[in-house]
Structures are given as structure tokens and as C-alpha cells.
């Protein structure tokens, strides 16, 4: 069992800069992936960014050269920094592992950016 604790959302104005933060209740370094989903009010979930246990990462077009993933394993924390904040980045932000066959998520941190 795995639990995720999302932090660092909060309102921040178009352009400003968030960093979020997963911490893990166990050692992240033999999930197979991780990753940041958001889901706005009406819309499904979406992938924003994944890393996998290889470092492999790939971005969602919307966020490719704004926002960062990242993860400490020393920490069992995944990151993402998120810059040039535009309006339409406002979601629930949520954190994803993989790991040993089963699927876990945070419960998520909301992000809003105003005009």
C-alpha cells in the first residue's frame, strides 16, 4: 500500500510560478512510473507530465517548455514546477504511482491562476 500527499497548490497569477510536491508513505525507487494528472471542473482527467523509474519523461503538448517533473528519491518526493502559469493550467493537480501491478493516487492539490 502507498499513500500520496500532494502540497503546493494555491492562486498565483497568470505567469507566476507554483512548485508541487508528492510525498510518498514508501521508497519511490522501484515504482515504475509516476506521474501528475490535473482535472478541471467539467473535463476528464489529463496527464500533465510522467518519469519513469528510468527517468524517462514525456509532457503533455499544453505544458511542454513551461512546466518540470522531477523526483528525489532520497526524499520519496515527485516535483513539478510549473512557470508561465496561464488560466487554462487551473485544475486539481493530482499525483500518480505505479507500482507492483496496482495504481496509486493523492488527493490532490488545487491550482488556480487568475487573469
Known amino acids: 500500500q502507498v499513500q500520496l500527499v500532494e502540497s503546493g497548490g494555491g492562486l498565483v497569477q497568470a505567469g507566476g510560478s507554483l512548485r508541487l510536491s508528492c510525498v510518498a508513505s514508501?521508497?519511490?525507487?522501484?515504482?515504475?512510473?509516476m506521474a501528475w494528472y490535473r482535472q478541471a471542473p467539467g473535463n476528464q482527467r489529463e496527464t500533465v507530465a510522467t518519469i519513469t523509474s528510468g527517468d524517462t519523461i514525456d509532457y503533455a503538448d499544453s505544458v511542454k517548455g513551461r512546466f518540470t517533473i522531477s523526483k528525489d528519491n532520497a526524499k520519496n518526493t515527485l516535483y513539478l514546477q510549473m512557470n508561465n502559469l496561464k488560466p487554462e493550467d487551473t485544475s486539481v493537480y493530482y499525483c500518480?504511482?505505479?507500482?507492483?501491478?496496482?495504481?496509486?493516487w493523492g488527493q490532490g492539490t488545487q491550482v488556480t491562476v487568475s487573469s
Open positions: 514508501r521508497s519511490i525507487f522501484n515504482f515504475v512510473s
Open positions: 500518480k504511482a505505479a507500482w507492483l501491478g496496482h495504481l496509486y
